[in-house]
């Protein structure tokens, strides 16, 4: 069983910085793609960011491009994201996510829906203030 713990929401004014980190469990982080999703309230959950197995390939949310940066340490078993320029309309229980297949491509998944997922962490809650 795959655990991930999100850490480092809080409380930020707008314009500021926030660094998330998602720590695994488990003994193959390295072999799958990693996501990072968020959900306001009363909206849907949607997609922010993600980054391929060895971390040199990444994909964004148009809504987050120039702003926010995926990152990964395959030796901590931790994925980051680099949050600047924050807005209120960046407030949002953030959420990081595991790709369901090993070894898949990277174009494949981004290519994709998100649905196949298959672990994700509890959250933690960003709160940027106007």
């Known amino acids: 069983q795959v655990q991930l713990v999100e850490s480092g929401g809080g409380l930020v004014q707008s314009g500021g910085s926030l660094r998330l980190s998602c720590a695994a469990s488990?003994?193959?982080?390295?072999?799958?793609?990693m996501g990072w999703f968020r959900q306001a309230p009363g909206k849907e959950r949607e997609f922010v960011a993600a980054?391929?197995?060895?971390?040199?390939?990444?994909y964004y949310a148009d809504s987050v491009l120039g702003r926010f940066t995926i990152s990964r340490d395959n030796a901590k078993n931790t994925v980051y994201l680099q949050m600047n320029s924050l807005n209120p309309e960046d407030t949002a229980v953030y959420y990081c996510?595991?790709?369901?297949?090993?070894?898949?491509?990277?174009?494949?998944?981004?290519?994709?829906?998100?649905?196949?997922?298959?672990?994700w962490g509890k959250g933690t809650l960003v709160t940027v203030s106007s």
């Open positions: 488990g003994r193959t982080f390295s072999s799958y793609i």
């Open positions: 980054i391929s197995r060895s971390g040199g390939r990444t």
């Open positions: 996510a595991r790709d369901g297949r090993p070894f898949r491509g990277f174009e494949t998944v981004v290519a994709g829906t998100w649905n196949g997922m298959d672990y």
